[in-house]
């Protein structure tokens, strides 16, 4: 997760430690999140997908959001990337979820050509929306 705020350029906002992540994802019952790992042979992470569920959508069926996707840089082109989101699909069907959706940033274009690649399409109606920390307590103060 930290090379994924890496190569996001996010990493000053990363607050992620193992303790945290082994809480939310492997304690709690439900978890909050479930995580998929790439690893090789010598125990090395080379990628991940953190995903969590929406327990209910119009459908009536559970909807797969894919938090993170990341493989790390030297394992870019050994097919790591499509063997986690194969086992996201697998998860997916095992679930009988309505859709899986996961957000690219606008400027990774290698993500979205491999994405593509996949049979995954860009959605052509819902744009992201959202507020930041500080917009959420102006918001908030806003009716006082």
Not at 16 to 24: G, I, K
Not at 25 to 49: K, N, Q, T, Y
Request: glycine share 6%; net charge negative; hydrophobic share 50%.
């Amino acid at each position: 997760m930290r090379g994924l705020a890496e190569f996001e350029n996010t990493i000053a906002e990363f607050a992620l430690t193992e303790e945290v992540v082994r809480e939310h994802a492997f304690r709690r019952s439900p978890p909050d999140c479930w995580v998929l790992v790439a690893v090789e042979d010598g125990g090395g992470v080379l990628g991940m997908i953190v995903y969590y569920l929406v327990r209910f959508s119009a459908s009536a069926k559970p909807e797969m959001i894919l938090k993170d996707v990341f493989v790390a840089p030297e394992a870019r082109g050994r097919r790591v990337g499509e063997r986690l989101l194969r086992a996201a699909a697998r998860e997916a069907l095992a679930l009988d979820v309505a859709r899986v959706e996961w957000q690219v940033a606008r400027w990774n274009a290698d993500a979205m050509r491999f994405y593509e690649r996949l049979g995954a399409q860009a959605d052509p109606v819902w744009i992201n929306y959202g507020l930041t920390l500080d917009a959420c307590r102006a918001l908030a103060g806003a009716l006082d």
